[in-house]
């Protein structure tokens, strides 16, 4: 059973930054999808950004290109999103999720195609 828990929610000024980390257990390495998301009030889930464990490849909303940047750890079995230049139209509770996959995709995957999700934390960017 793949486990997923966040960390690193904040409440930040438009144009800092926040790390966001994701700690990631009872998976077998390289063969998931591992991505954030995120869900304002009133507002579907959408996709921010996403990473296949093997090949590495990645995908970001449109919003965020440029200004945030998905990692994971190895090591330390962690997913991490840096979010720089923030803006309050970020403002969200973000959620970290998994997903199999022997292949990577070939784009931004929506919420619908995950299976596994953690509680999230909640990010708020004042203006």
């Known amino acids: 059973q793949v486990r997923l828990v966040e960390s690193g929610g904040g409440s930040v000024q438009a144009g800092g930054s926040l790390r966001l980390s994701c700690a990631v257990s009872?998976?077998?390495?390289?063969?998931?999808?591992l991505g954030w998301f995120r869900q304002a009030p009133g507002k579907e889930r959408e996709g921010v950004a996403t990473?296949?464990?093997?090949?590495?490849?990645?995908y970001y909303h449109d919003s965020v290109k440029g200004r945030f940047a998905i990692s994971q750890d190895n090591a330390k079995n962690t997913l991490n999103l840096q979010m720089n230049v923030l803006k309050p139209e970020d403002t969200a509770m973000y959620y970290c999720?998994?997903?199999?996959?022997?292949?990577?995709?070939?784009?931004?995957?929506?919420?619908?195609?995950?299976?596994?999700w953690g509680q999230g934390t909640q990010v708020t960017v004042s203006s």
């Open positions: 999720a998994a997903r199999t996959s022997q292949v990577p995709p070939v784009r931004l995957l929506p919420a619908s195609e995950f299976k596994y």
């Open positions: 990473i296949h464990t093997r090949y590495s490849r990645t």
């Open positions: 009872g998976y077998t390495y390289g063969n998931y999808i």
